[in-house]
């Protein structure tokens, strides 16, 4: 257990469908970054937020919005799905910039 | 832009040969480099990581090299074993940014 908590496991959803994905990070850690990865592609950067303030963002469709709650947990919710949007979305967590960061075990979205 | 280029994208070796995987990154004020094992359905790792102000680190089988000159990075495993058979991927970040950007990956299998 990395310390780093995403539900749900695995979401299976119609194309125009909305669903939101949770993430808690690791105790103590205020970043919260999410990334996509498609099959058999590699990590692409969607959002970030430090205690509760969004810092960076990625190639994030209109579609998808996220927040990060006064307790720090972060929802990222994807509207309008299609297909495409069908991967693993990844939550990481790190306690400051210069640090590395933890993954959790990621939510596998599967759009039908 | 920010961009990290990987290479190659597969590696195969015999146990106990090594292997390298190299890493180039656009942005010249990138100053933290780690590198993540992601095994099949799981959740990327961090194995190892290089500050801009160090040439290189090592740890048992695991060393990263960084040129900042030349502005790339290499990941080189000595004595492979075949659990080391995973997706590696390099990435790079920027001082001035909190995000990671992940290379594209490389599938390394070690043949027993």
């Known amino acids: 257990d990395s310390g780093v908590t995403q539900t749900p496991k695995h979401l299976i959803t119609a194309t125009g469908q909305r669903v939101t994905l949770r993430c808690s990070p690791r105790s103590g850690d205020l970043s919260v970054y999410w990334y996509q990865q498609s099959l058999d592609q590699g990590l692409q950067f969607l959002i970030q937020y430090y205690n509760g303030e969004e810092r960076a963002k990625g190639n994030i469709l209109e579609r998808f919005s996220a927040q990060q709650f006064p307790d720090l947990h972060s929802e990222l919710n994807l509207s309008s799905l299609e297909l495409g949007d069908s991967a693993l979305y990844f939550c990481?967590?790190?306690?400051?910039?210069?640090?590395?960061?933890?993954f959790g075990s990621g939510t596998r979205l599967t759009v039908v | 832009g920010e961009n990290v280029e990987q290479h190659p994208s597969t590696l195969s070796v015999q146990e106990g040969d090594s292997a390298v995987i190299k890493c180039t990154y656009s942005?010249?004020?990138?100053?933290?480099f780690p590198w993540y094992k992601q095994e099949l359905g799981k959740r990327p790792q961090l194995i190892i990581d290089?500050?801009?102000?160090?040439g290189e680190k090592k740890d048992q089988r695991i060393a990263v090299t960084l040129n900042k000159t030349a502005k790339h990075f290499s990941l080189h495993i000595t004595e492979t074993q075949p659990e080391d058979s995973a997706v590696y991927f390099c990435?790079?970040?920027?001082?001035?940014?909190?995000?990671?950007?992940f290379g594209s990956g490389t599938r390394l299998l070690v043949r027993p």
């Open positions: 290089i500050r801009s102000n160090v």
């Open positions: 990481a967590s790190s306690p400051a910039p210069d640090y590395g960061y933890t």
């Open positions: 942005d010249s004020a990138s100053n933290y």
């Open positions: 990435a790079a970040r920027m001082d001035s940014s909190y995000k990671l950007i």
